[in-house]
């Protein structure tokens, strides 16, 4: 069982608490990835995903159109205080998306799969890495499984 104190994804949470917090994000709700902590979430969207990293905002308008979530790292959100830190929030979610989307202008899928795993390894650790699910990464840079899959293995012989 994962040590929930370490930048491991809680990926064993339970459903419910998924659904809960889909639900959150489709009702309006919004709340920022606390940005102090190595956490983030993967919003999954119908063709695509996005990754809301810590300091970002998720729910409101920008996740109507959500249909499911997945939490990684150390994760937590937390209501805004004020104005100025829901503008912050926004503009941090903003960067993380100009970040995702530099990756996806490369031509080559495979080293867009490369690419992100490196960034994400950047972002948390090995450990963290290894238990996102290949879907989750392919569904960021608009690549299939399969060539996460390499990119992966093409990693770990480096």
């Known amino acids: 069982m994962p040590n929930l104190d370490k930048d491991v994804p809680n990926l064993n949470k ?4 998924q659904a809960q917090l889909l639900a959150q994000l489709q009702n309006k709700e919004l709340l920022i990835v606390n940005s102090r902590r190595k956490n983030g979430l993967i919003i999954y ?7 809301a990293g ?7 308008v920008f996740d109507l159109d ?6 990684v790292g150390n994760w937590s959100l937390v209501p805004p205080k004020n104005a100025e830190e829901r503008h912050r929030a926004y503009l ?24 992100i795993l490196n960034q994400f390894e950047n972002w948390f650790d090995e450990e ?10 392919a569904r960021l840079v608009g690549v299939l499984p ?4 390499r990119g992966r293995r093409a990693d770990a012989r480096l």
Not at 146 to 149: A, D, L, R, S
């Open 66 to 71: 959500a249909i499911g979530v997945l939490p």
């Open 45 to 51: 969207k119908r063709y695509h995903a996005e990754f």
């Open 128 to 137: 963290t890495v290894s238990c996102v699910p290949d879907e989750a990464f």
């Open 146 to 149: 399969q060539t996460m899959i």
């Open 54 to 60: 810590p300091g970002s905002v998720v729910g409101s």
């Open 14 to 17: 339970d459903a419910n608490d």
């Open 92 to 115: 941090i979610r903003r960067q993380w998306i100009k970040l995702v989307r530099q990756i996806t202008v490369n031509p080559a899928p495979l080293q867009r799969a490369q690419i």
